[in-house]
């Protein structure tokens, strides 16, 4: 299950740090936040290092379709109703600028990574909603219309398209980027204390610390467990599927993503919450719709993605809490990692060099709206869920009753576990708790990786961490 660009780059091996340094700035996290800030640093003349548990890249990065775009959903009109004009206008243009911050890096570093402007577009069934949000963007600035006829084969009344945005192959960016910066690779980040990190093998001494890991992996302080969960969704790459010329998105439900990369259509959707896909069948249903849309077309890649929602559709950026000055944090980047990804590294720069970023205040990490309350008490209520599931859930299924190739939660003569019964081998059992805060985990059956409800862990058949917040596996000892 790797993706196109994983399929299409390899980023040479790094070193990992087995020894004491010291810094101005350590990253943790070799996505495109982390390699962005670091790249960031070192032209303001700031020495960074970056810190990656596993590979460049290996994160949510090598999954995304990779549109850097400031038009995220039809979200201009309803932004402008909750946060002001002078917010949402904010938003909009540090995205914007960040397209045109890309563009510019790859000009001046003569990067090879298929970079190309295109209209980006929001459809929908609602008419209505499409032209008010057209208007709405034009206020905000943005060189955007309603059309009543796209591309691509969904049932639609239209959509509404964002001129000047873009597309690229992330992976060859960063490659690209990557050889300019200090970074070292399988270094696991153990424990951060004040301005100390202690890594598998070795210790950092740092000024400043930047937690890009996509979910932050310390609870307290900063909370972020509190007001974010995480979402995942599948993609497949066609081939033969006609040519699209611009990158797609639905409104509302039954949303799917279109985007061309080279003669592969990237088609994604089956959007759900992590650890909230007991039915399955992800992959399948994906594919029936795109059999109905383009019958002639071949898959030859499929993957899936998992994104950090806040409870404001705003990513945190800046300082990570008010009782750790020197720390920073990027993340909650919904489904627009790379346009959020240059925004934070441009805000987290400014503010590590000292210097006014004007979108600073609009992605505050430590901005509280009421706004956000209803979402809050939401997560709140799934992750109370999660946990009573731990103790009090009698365990649905029998060893015995769990098909081939399934997993589930069953009892054992010590309690619960999650066993995955294999094929012709021994069954694989994991810990039913999830290691950040206990709530019982969920198998995935598409995937076949346990998941957890609450924050979003992910963990392999045989319990091996893959996604965070956890920061180690469920193996059953
Ligand atoms: Fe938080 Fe599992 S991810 S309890």
Known sequence: MESIWRKTCTIEERETLNREIQTEVAVIGAGMAGLLTAYQLK??????????????????????????TSQHGLFCDAFIRKKGQKTAGQY???????????????QENNIECDFERTSSYVYSKNEKKLRNEAKAAAKLGIAASYVRHIEIPVPCAGAVRFEGQ???????????????????????????????????????????????????FVNFPGLYFTRMHQER??????????????????????????????KYLLFGGQGHRTG?????????????KAKQFFPDAKEVAHWSAQDCITSDQVPFVGKYAKTRPGWFVATGFQKWGMTS?????????????????????????RRFSTEEVPQILKDGAKAVNGLSKRFFQVPEKAREELETGHGGIVKTKTGKAGVYKME??????????????????????????WECPCHGSRFDCHGNLLDGPAQEGIQYE
Request: glycine content about 8%; proline content about 3%.
């Open 92 to 106: 909009v243009q540090a995205n914007q600028k960040a397209i045109e911050e890309y563009e510019q890096i790859i």
């Open 233 to 262: 969704s599948y993609v497949l790459a066609l081939e033969d599927a006609g040519v699209i010329n611009g990158m797609y998105i639905g409104d509302g439900e039954e949303s799917y993503s279109f985007r061309r990369y080279g």
């Open 43 to 68: 032209k303001a003349s700031v020495h960074a290092v970056v810190l990656e548990a596993k590979r460049i890249g290996n994160g949510q990065t090598k999954n995304t379709t990779a549109k850097i």
């Open 341 to 365: 990804s240059m925004v934070a590294s441009k805000i987290l720069c400014d503010m590590i060099c000292g210097v006014e970023n004007p979108y600073a205040k609009t992605f505050s990490s």
């Open 424 to 449: 012709g081998e021994r069954d694989c059992k994991v810990q039913s708790a999830c290691c950040h805060l206990g709530c019982q985990v969920a198998w995935n059956p598409d995937e076949k990786t």
């Open 166 to 216: 873009a597309q690229f192959h992330p992976l060859k960016f960063m490659k690209a980027i990557a050889e300019q910066l200090e970074i070292y690779e399988n270094t696991p980040v153990r424990k951060v204390e004040g301005n100390l990190i202690q890594t598998a093998q070795g210790i950092v001494k740092a000024d400043k610390i930047v937690f890009a890991t996509h979910y932050p």
């Open 276 to 288: 909230e896909n007991t039915g399955g069948k992800r992959y399948e249903m994906l594919r029936q």
